[in-house]
């Protein structure tokens, strides 16, 4: 990999509620060794408490990176792909001046960029750089559903990330959707 290489990548595609987040990573040499020392992988693949550490060490380590979430109006709007391919695009965009190609997670590139690029399904098992952005976009991703359970109480948010758990369907189910709710998305269990 150049050290100009982009890594991007988002998390909360399947969700019923919340945004999707993108984050766009790029990694030198060394820091991409030093994470592959630390297990460095794919977020799915890595405990809550393990990504959080990673996450850490990519801020210890300076590693730059860009992050841009799809509000759930957005995702209604747009549809799941559109609004994390324009997420992913928004948060290479931060950074592109500092990179020379851009690895995609997934069968998609991302539209109207003017940096090369490769999708790669499966890349943020394949590639340290788009596992690096599966890291930050999940981090970031947890961290606000976190913080929104705070705001819609009685879903569980915090627990279930807004997946579509029993759980969560039992909540929307007894309290009906939220604001944060995704309306595209079928809200009840099947």
Known sequence: MSERTIGADEAGRGPLAGPVVAAAVILSDAQRDELLKKGLADSKRVSAPRREALFRLMNDLGVRWAAQAASPERIDSMNILRASLWAMGQSVRKIARDGDCVLVDGPYEIPGLSLEQQAIP?????????????????VLRDRVMVRLDRIFPGYGLAGHKGYPTAAHYDAIARLGPSAIHRRSFRLFRP
Not at 122 to 137: C, F, M, T
């Open 122 to 138: 499966h890349g943020d098992a394949l590639v340290p750089d788009i596992s690096a952005a599966s890291i930050v976009a999940k």
